[in-house]
């Protein structure tokens, strides 16, 4: 069965440090992949996607994320968080455009002054 | 402005009554999925519309119930069927396949006593 793992159910960075979430998935082929951000008691907006080209997707707020295929991973980075950035992050992935999307359990991010 | 607004924000029911949950989108969105959140676990898919009068099973669907009567609204009602129904509900919305970008509403907390 499809699946997608988040192995950092916490971090925490300092402002104006650099940030990597990793998500890994289980489907062999190329999927859809996204990431969400969900503010504390909101719905989920999308940061990113990927669906096929160039490897290293460009999202809103500056982040960014990298799709590999050899790892089956979709980590998403950022060179610079700001306080605002904290929040739930949720990878997501589909493995076809017409099967369901499915969410990975979420990594929480606090950010320190 | 589009976008899909949810209702009440916070609902609390006594166990064994039936609950609705609102959830209505004016962004001419064909498809509309209900999720349940609970910490730890990501998001789970309750049911999944992708067309008017149309409506499929997500992974847990037992004890709830949807219909889709008009484009723009999607109502969730959770029965005294569900074992356990506290929980954040979001409803998300999207043009059509169901890897195209979700959207999503701010979410009801329903609190059972």
């Known amino acids: 069965a499809q699946s997608v793992t988040q192995p950092d159910i916490h971090i925490t960075v300092s402002e104006g440090a650099s940030l990597e979430l990793r998500c890994n998935y289980s489907?062999?082929?190329?999927?859809?992949l996204f990431w969400y951000v969900q503010s504390p008691g909101q719905g989920l907006q999308l940061l990113l996607k990927?669906?096929?080209?160039?490897?290293l997707v460009q999202g809103i707020k500056g982040f960014e994320a990298e799709f590999k295929r050899s790892q089956s991973s979709f980590n998403l980075r950022k060179p610079s968080v700001h306080w605002s950035d904290a929040a739930e992050y949720f990878c997501?992935?589909?493995?076809?455009?017409?099967?369901?999307?499915?969410f990975g359990p979420g990594t929480s991010l606090s950010v320190i002054p | 402005d589009g976008g899909i607004t949810q209702s009440p924000k916070y609902l609390f029911r006594k166990e064994g009554q039936n609950v609705t949950l609102s959830c209505e989108q004016n962004l001419n969105h064909d498809a509309m999925y209900w999720y349940r959140q609970d910490p730890g676990q990501g998001l789970r898919l309750i049911y999944y519309s992708q067309i008017v009068n149309d409506f499929q099973k997500g992974d847990i669907a037992e004890g709830y119930s949807v219909s889709r009567e008009k484009k723009e609204s999607f109502p969730l009602t959770v029965t005294s069927a569900q074992k356990n129904p506290t929980a954040f509900y979001l409803c998300?919305?999207?043009?059509?396949?169901?890897?195209?970008?979700?959207?999503f509403g701010p979410g009801t907390r329903l609190t059972v006593l």
């Open positions: 997501a992935v589909g493995k076809t455009s017409y099967d369901k999307v499915i």
């Open positions: 998300a919305s999207s043009p059509g396949q169901r890897t195209d970008t979700q959207y």
């Open positions: 990927y669906f096929s080209g160039d490897t």
């Open positions: 489907y062999g082929a190329t999927p859809y």
